[in-house]
């Protein structure tokens, strides 16, 4: 007998092209648990959850599908091992969705702390679109339609876990049956999962213009890392310098490998005499080795977007599959399937 593979359900809102941010607090993760060949995973692109605050800008969703598809695949998610699809393709999603609705409150969608920070910071207020203050719950259809146990984010999205297994819980209970499956979250280790913005923000973030693309070019990515911010009493050369909080440092931290060459070069910059150009080369030469396969891979795949677009299509039949099953067994327990 064959033992049950375990399943990943994970993605993301495409909204503009994915950064180094998005890619330590969360791709290295799947392409790590990809490559074990222990998953069936599934990597959706979440258009329907980005459209929940952006109804009146299809376009820019529409334009981003594609950069979140590139910046998968070149981040080494595999179409051969992995099935990646498009949220609004699978109209099972949007069903168990509604079903799920009439399990939650609005005072429990109301405390989701990842939504009320977003509400907070959208300045929506007492005007929040239903369907954004809702997107928790199609999160939960999204990971329930495809029985996933395992779903690699970054921190933030702890929350929606919480409400998603609830669901589980309260569908199972009430319908006495055990057909969903409550996830578990993997997040980044400790200390690499939130990487702060250029200028030193605690958040790398689009709307920041403080982020480093997958995409961007050699030069870019130089120019950016000339520009970070790093110890603002660090004037001279030969001042001594602080590495925490410095940007570069917390940079070094999450991406050089030689941690022993790093140790050297703190305790250099901390007695002073160690300057902020030249610890500013050594991470953009770090960066660089790890930016370069992951733009040279995406650079080949958008020169064959028509092969992209082919493996969403597929991906998203595939997808289509599983979760008209699972909304099969769903409308079975609560005993809606009326005429067979
Ligand atoms: N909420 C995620 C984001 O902000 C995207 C997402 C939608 C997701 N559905 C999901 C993530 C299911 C993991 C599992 O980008």
């Known amino acids: 007998m064959t033992e049950k593979k375990h399943v990943i359900l994970t993605g993301d809102r495409p909204t503009g092209k994915l950064h180094i941010g998005h890619y330590v607090g969360s791709l290295k993760n799947r392409v790590a648990l990809q490559n074990t060949g222990k998953y069936d995973t599934y990597i959706m692109i979440a258009d329907q959850q980005a459209l929940t605050d952006n109804a009146r800008d299809p376009e820019k969703i529409r334009r981003s599908l594609h950069e979140v598809a590139l910046d998968y695949l070149a981040v080494g998610i595999d179409p051969k091992q992995s099935t990646i699809f498009v949220q609004s393709q699978i109209p099972a ?13 609005v005072s429990r969608l109301k405390r989701n702390p990842t939504v009320k920070t977003e509400i907070q910071q959208k300045k929506f207020g007492e005007s929040v679109p239903a369907g954004f203050l809702i997107y928790p719950v199609s999160q939960a259809a999204d990971i329930t339609a495809f029985k996933a146990d395992t779903v690699p984010v970054g921190d ?25 499956v409550e996830p578990e979250g993997v997040f980044p280790p400790k200390g690499e999962g939130r990487i702060p913005g250029l200028d030193g923000n605690a958040k790398m973030s689009k709307s920041l213009g403080n982020a480093i693309y997958l995409s961007d070019d050699e030069d870019t990515i130089q120019k950016k890392v000339m520009s970070m911010y790093t110890d603002p009493t660090h004037i001279k050369v030969s001042d001594p310098g602080h ?18 060459q790093e140790a050297k070069l703190k305790e250099q910059y901390q007695a002073g005499g160690l300057g902020d150009v030249k610890i500013k080369r050594y991470l953009n030469d770090v960066l660089q080795a790890e930016l370069k396969p992951i733009r040279e891979r995406r650079e080949q795949y958008a020169a064959n977007i028509d092969y992209v677009d082919q493996i969403l299509q597929e991906g998203s039949a595939r997808a289509n599959e599983v979760a008209n099953q699972t909304l099969k067994e769903v409308r079975d327990a609560i005993g809606i399937n009326y005429f067979g």
């Open 156 to 180: 933030d999205q702890e929350p929606m876990l919480e409400q998603t297994r609830e669901i589980v819980r309260t569908f199972n209970r009430i319908y006495q049956q055990d057909i969903l």
């Open 93 to 105: 999603l949007s069903e168990l969705t509604m079903h799920y609705l009439n399990l939650v409150t």
């Open 243 to 260: 590495v925490e909080g410095n940007t570069v440092f917390t940079y070094l931290d999450i991406f050089d490998p030689d941690k022993e």
